[in-house]
């Protein structure tokens, strides 16, 4: 034998030896690790947590003198127009709506495409009546719908002004601006049939990608508790009230924000969000409203506002392809009518005792109520029962248990922390002598006559704010003007 075969063979059996020891000491560590040492390094997190644990997490709920023992009648409405540039397949609409259709059991209207309702109706959960969904297959394109027909061409105009043209589209554009008529038409159609609702939202089809236990929710009992509490923080009557949670408060540059300046736009997002490009562009989500409703006359004016804004901006020539750059204009212009929760407020009283977490900034998530998921969905866990909650919140501390940044502090369950007027959140950014300012676009149907003339005061204006102290909200208010 050649010496440097021989040399060969002897490296072999020294390889495949070192490895079979590595391996073995590999796995003792492993093991000696979980069953010794594991228990004396794991975060401090008690899995057994007791009844007062939980009364804790609760303390949040509001004591609301139950007026109406009754439980109030809930539907949800949603939509899924494929995106003609969409990178997705099919079974990736599967999987998200499977979460939503397939889980979620309260009573459901989507519109969708003549294409994909079959889809729809195979993912709805067999158990559930056929009668707890409708579908309506009316409209092939957002585009179809009354307030934004014939707008493909201003809308693809308004895409060529837009800055972050490259993952918007003018069909993006009409999903998220018909979902105010959507809703309405939804809530109209049912009546008509006879199926009166006492609350309905707008929830979008994809906010439920994560793990959740989200049966009947939101949950009919919950959902008039915190009615209840918006109409005491509010003086209005319940059947006045729009619920639209929101993410940060807005920058204080905005209290001189005025009717003709336009959307407000922003980089980080004034209400919850639609995650649609999360997993692809993480840092780059444009978030938009992917929750909100009241009661039948609410969603009616909301409409008939978002509509006429819409048009009165769009026929002025400002960019109104994102939705929420409206919202956050509506909130503005009517926030005696809408009230919120906002997860992340540190003076929620919800919030003592609790240190934010150290991963709240960058990934806007978690942070000041505890273990409670993603932040852009807490309204889900804040509108669903007792029983839910408890659930999710053990859910929640199991899936932090491992978390790279501030694994030494103690997980706390998830609060339920209060409701809020959105009067009093802008007040607080904006201080507490700020009014709303004067409106003078007409809402057909609302017979209220303009307020004070705002005119002469933005015609020409390009205002751009920018970057104030840390806040998060970064606020450009501009006149684009697109060809
Ligand atoms: C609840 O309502 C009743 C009847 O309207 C009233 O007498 C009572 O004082 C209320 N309680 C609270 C806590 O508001
Ligand atoms: C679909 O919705 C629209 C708007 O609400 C309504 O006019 C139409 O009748 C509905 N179509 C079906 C088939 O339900």
Redesign the pocket.
Known sequence: MLPLSRARAAFRILISRTSVRLLALTLSTILLYVLVIDEHVRPPTRFGMTFADYEEAEMGTASVNKSSTSIPKVLLVSAMFPLAKSKHSKADYEDWLGRFLGSVTTDLYM?TTPELAPMLRQIRDDALPISSM?V????TSPFDIPPLRGLEETYTRMNNMDKEKWHHSPGLYAIWNAKPFLLD??V??LAAQGKVYDYAFWNDGGSFRRTHRYKEWPSPARVEQVWEEGAKLTGRKKEDLLFFPIFQTPDWQLRKWKEGMGPIANSVQFSEGTLYFLGERAGLIKATGSFFGGSASTIQWFSKVFYAYHHYYLTRGLFVGIDQDIFNALFLLFPERIFTVWMNDPLAPAHKGITPSPSLKPSLERGYLGECGAEWFYYQFWLADRSTRDVMRMIWLREERWRRWGWWKERKLCRVTRAMSMLDVLRRSFGEEWKSPPKSVVIPGENRLPTSSASGQSDATTTTLRRNKGNFWQVQVSKRQYP
């Open positions: 519109y409708t309506n297959a009316s409209y038409s939804a109209k159609h």
